[in-house]
């Protein structure tokens, strides 16, 4: 199982970004999606989740800006941020991970993203 995070990038407070997550390997379509985030010298926290049916639920700090889909036809996981802040300058990862008692989870590689004018 692979999973193909992308769509960092520097960007000016106030603009937007749209991460990717890709996922090979597995049937997609029955994990939850998930966004963490890691900023320097910080612990790595949750900013949005959407289930395999599709319910979202947002960290307060991104809640109006930030927006998790998915489309389980490519895939792929999602992440479109605006209203973006210096405060959300972080290394952003995806994680797929089964709704199930001992779930099944996988990572893919951060992607930077760098809030700065």
């Known amino acids: 199982v692979q999973l193909q995070a992308s769509g960092g990038g520097l960007v000016e407070p106030g603009g937007s970004l749209r991460l990717s997550c890709i996922a090979s390997?597995?049937?997609?379509?029955?994990?939850?999606v998930h966004w963490y985030r890691q900023a320097p010298g910080e612990q790595r926290e949750l900013v949005a989740s959407i289930t395999s049916r599709g319910n979202t639920a947002y960290a307060d700090s991104v809640k109006g800006r930030f927006t998790i889909s998915r489309d389980n036809a490519a895939n792929t996981g999602y992440l479109e941020m605006n209203g973006l802040r210096p405060e959300d300058t972080a290394v952003y990862y995806c994680?797929?991970?089964?709704?199930?008692?001992?779930?099944?989870?996988?990572w893919g590689q951060g992607t930077l993203v760098t809030v700065s004018s």
């Open positions: 994680n797929i991970r089964t709704q199930s008692v001992f779930p099944t989870q996988y």
């Open positions: 390997g597995t049937a997609f379509r029955i994990f939850a």
